[in-house]
């Protein structure tokens, strides 16, 4: 039998390990990695987050939030109509990382 020695690819730098996941940024809040919640609002309820949110169904509009920078993909389809930089929690999740903000109202 031979042996053959190999070299490890695996990183032992948090940063490097977590390169993959999306980062959220939520201005004011905190910066957290994205743990695969269903939605964004899922994810930052799971951060305690006081996310505003009523319907959870892309309906009502509450959850709206600025997408600052990044990118977000839909989950489900939204009936309410989004302006500008404006996007959905609760319908939305990051593909990469993200900055956003809850707005003040
Ligand atoms: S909570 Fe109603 S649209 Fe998101």
Redesign the pocket.
Same mark, same amino acid.
């Given at each position: 039998m031979k042996w053959v020695k190999t070299t490890s690819t695996v990183s032992t730098s948090k940063e490097r390990v977590m390169s993959g996941i999306p980062r959220i940024k939520v201005n004011n809040y905190s910066t957290f990695y994205y743990q695969y919640e269903y939605s964004l609002?899922d994810a930052m309820e799971a951060q305690d987050i006081p996310a505003? =949110?009523? *319907? @959870?169904?892309? =309906? *009502?509009? /509450?959850? @709206?939030v600025r997408l600052i920078d990044g990118d977000v993909e839909e989950v489900q389809d +939204? %009936? =309410?109509d989004t302006v500008g930089d404006e996007i %959905? +929690? *609760? /319908?939305t999740k990051p593909v990469s990382h993200v900055e956003i903000e809850i707005p003040d109202e």
């Open positions: 609002l505003p =949110y009523n *319907c @959870r169904g892309g =309906y *009502c509009g /509450c959850c @709206r +939204a %009936l =309410y %959905l +929690a *609760c /319908c």
